[in-house]
Structures are given as C-alpha cells and as structure tokens.
Nanobody, 124 residues
Framework: QVQLVESGGGLVQAGGSLRLSCAAS????????MGWFRQAPGKEREFVAA????????YYADSVKGRFTISKDNAKNTVYLQMISLRPEDTAVYYC?????????????????WGQGTQVTVSS
C-alpha cells in the first residue's frame, strides 16, 4: 500500500514557476514508477510527466516539454514536478500517481495509487 500526498500548488501569474511535491509512504518507494497527471474542469485527466522506478528515465507530454521537469528522490520518498514558464492553459488539479509495474506509464489506468490532488491556477 502506498499513500501519496501532494503539495506546492497555488496561484501564479503567467510566466511564473511552481514546484509540486508528492510525498509517498512506504519503504519500497524506489520500486514504483511515478507520474503526474492533471485535470482541468470539464476535461479528462491527462498525462503530464512520468519517471521510471529507478528515476533514470523520464517522459513528458508534448505540451509541457521544455517547461516541466519531473524528478524522483528515493532517499526522501518524494517526487517533484518543477514547472516554469507557466501558461493559463496549465491551470488544473495536478495529481501524483504511483505504480509498481510501470506497464502503462502514460495513461491513468497504468497507476494503482493516487494522491488527492493540488490546485494550480495560472492567471493571464
């Protein structure tokens, strides 16, 4: 069982930056692939970024490449999402997710565990 708690969301102006954190419980954090997804009102949950179990491989949605960076600190049981050059279209609830098998890292159904979400609002 893994419990995930996100933090770091907030209100920021366009062009600004935020860093989201996701703290995970459990002693086997390094065995899990981690992902970030987001969901805007009236839209489906969409993939943002993912990090392999070792942290050595990363994946990004085209819409965030070059602006967002995912990183995994196995010693701290935490995964981060550094976001720069934020745009109003980045406004959404951001969710952290974890999965032990990492068979479908780009899709919501590929993750077993989810956090409660943190709101990111980017004003124009």
């Amino acid at each position: 069982q893994v419990q995930l708690v996100e933090s770091g969301g907030g209100l920021v102006q366009a062009g600004g930056s935020l860093r989201l954190s996701c703290a995970a419980s459990g002693r086997t954090f390094s065995s899990y692939a981690m992902g970030w997804f987001r969901q805007a009102p009236g839209k489906e949950r969409e993939f943002v970024a993912a990090n392999s179990r070792s942290g050595g491989s990363t994946y990004y949605a085209d819409s965030v490449k070059g602006r967002f960076t995912i990183s995994k600190d196995n010693a701290k049981n935490t995964v981060y999402l550094q976001m720069i050059s934020l745009r109003p279209e980045d406004t959404a609830v951001y969710y952290c997710a974890a999965d032990r098998y990492a068979t479908a890292m780009l899709y919501p159904h590929g993750y077993e565990y989810w956090g409660q979400g943190t709101q990111v609002t980017v004003s124009s």
